[in-house]
Nanobody, 116 residues
Framework: QVQLVESGGGLVQAGGSRRLSCVAS????????VNWFRQAPGKEREFVAA????????HYSDSVKGRFTISRDNAKNTVYLQMNSLKPEDTATYFC?????????WGQGTQVTVSS
């Protein structure tokens, strides 16, 4: 099972930007599709963005489309989530999820707080 470590969270003002990183402990990272999810207090975990193993296919939730960009650098075993035009409703713990075949791994999450 691959281990995932997220970083980059913190406090940001509305309208600002933040870049999250997810580093994976595997030598075959390109075989993993990676998703970002988020969970706000009292709410269910929701899908944010996804990227294929090669990085040529991406998908976004409607709530972040046009503001967030997911990308990856397989040489660094890292997936990024660039978040622009942040809104208070983007406040949540952001989780990285990697999947290949029947295996799925989650990171511990990184907190993003957007102040109005």
């Amino acid at each position: 099972q691959v281990q995932l470590v997220e970083s980059g969270g913190g406090l940001v003002q509305a309208g600002g930007s933040r870049r999250l990183s997810c580093v994976a402990s595997t030598r075959i990272f390109s075989l993993y599709g990676v998703n970002w999810f988020r969970q706000a207090p009292g709410k269910e975990r929701e899908f944010v963005a996804a990227i294929s193993g090669s990085g040529n296919i991406t998908h976004y939730s409607d709530s972040v489309k046009g503001r967030f960009t997911i990308s990856r650098d397989n040489a660094k075993n890292t997936v990024y989530l660039q978040m622009n035009s942040l809104k208070p409703e983007d406040t949540a713990t952001y989780f990285c999820n990697a999947k290949t075949g029947g295996a799925s791994s989650w990171g511990q999450g990184t907190q993003v707080t957007v102040s109005s």
